[in-house]
């Protein structure tokens, strides 16, 4: 039952998010997130494509050999290649884990604008498999990073697990780089800007008429001391331990101050009361 919805349902939940959205500020975007092809019919998809036009679409796929063969079994063509017969995926479009393609949906993918989001630390610990980033990224595909874990949510380590499992499976070293950028600048400014797309939102990236969203390391860490440029980003995805990010301003407001939510208080207490109601469930 929890993926149970029909479209009128959906639509009153879309409208209630509308409006508590709208409190936030300017500076957002509503999107729609149809869990999976095992999860939605054909008919649903499209119909939720086309009624809600202006956000971004995310959904899960190929992440498992499992969904797979289900999908192939049922459909008669594996996930991703399916979803592109049978949608009209553009760059309004997030494909959330995309672990599993050949190599005729590997271009198919990153020829169509979309982006996909990797969640790197979930699919090693679920033991999904390797996105294959390199050869994505070579073919002008696009890259966000999120989680989907309830091991941990951390940035360094998402970024830290993307580019070491490319170096084991390649068994390489460097692998998700370019000639002018290291390993740690090449990552960031990927996910930055296609982080940017996968949330319909004009950031990640300093210029005119983006979002002034930004955040700060902590400048006493002794894994960045003295370092700058693309050498304090390598040492913070590869070499930091800890948490290091001491300030993040969302367009513009200062949300985080060394290293603490300016509602942390309120949110903690939140959180500890509603885990322990979840606890006594069991």
């Given amino acids: ?11 009153v939940i879309w409208s209630g998010a509308r409006r508590a959205i709208e409190k936030l500020g300017e500076d957002h975007a ?6 999976s092809l095992r999860a939605v019919s054909k008919f649903d998809l499209n119909q939720l494509a086309e009624a809600y036009p202006q956000g971004p679409i995310h959904i899960h796929i190929a992440e498992q050999a499992a969904e797979i063969e289900e999908v192939t079994t049922a459909y008669g063509l594996p996930p991703i290649a399916w979803l592109f017969a049978n949608a009209a995926v553009d760059n309004n479009w997030c494909l959330v884990h995309a672990t599993h393609m050949n190599d005729d949906e590997i271009t198919l993918l990153a020829s169509s604008g979309a982006v996909v989001g990797l969640c790197p630390v979930t699919e090693a610990n679920l033991g999904d498999g390797i996105f294959p980033a390199n050869e994505f990224l ?5 890259i966000g990073l999120g989680t989907d874990s309830n091991i941990a949510i951390d940035l360094v380590q998402e970024m830290r697990t993307l580019e070491y499992s490319q170096r ?10 370019e000639k002018e950028k290291s390993t740690g600048r090449y990552l960031f400014d990927e996910i930055c800007r296609g982080g940017a797309q996968a949330t319909g939102r004009h950031n990640g990236k300093i210029a005119p008429g983006a979002w002034a969203d930004f955040m700060a390391l902590d400048g006493n860490a002794l894994s960045i001391a003295g370092l700058k440029e693309d050498r304090l980003l390598d040492a913070w995805v590869f070499a930091s331990k800890g948490q290091m990010v001491s300030d993040v301003w969302s367009a513009g407001r200062h949300m985080v101050k060394e290293g603490r939510h300016i509602n942390r208080h309120g949110i903690e207490k939140r959180f500890r009361k509603t885990m322990r109601e979840l606890r006594n469930l069991l």
């Fill in 1 to 11: 039952m929890r993926f149970r919805n029909d479209l009128d349902g959906f639509a």
């Fill in 30 to 35: 509503l999107g729609i997130a149809p869990h």
């Fill in 138 to 142: 070579n073919r002008g595909g696009s």
């Fill in 168 to 177: 084991l499976r390649d068994q390489a070293r460097s692998v998700l780089c």
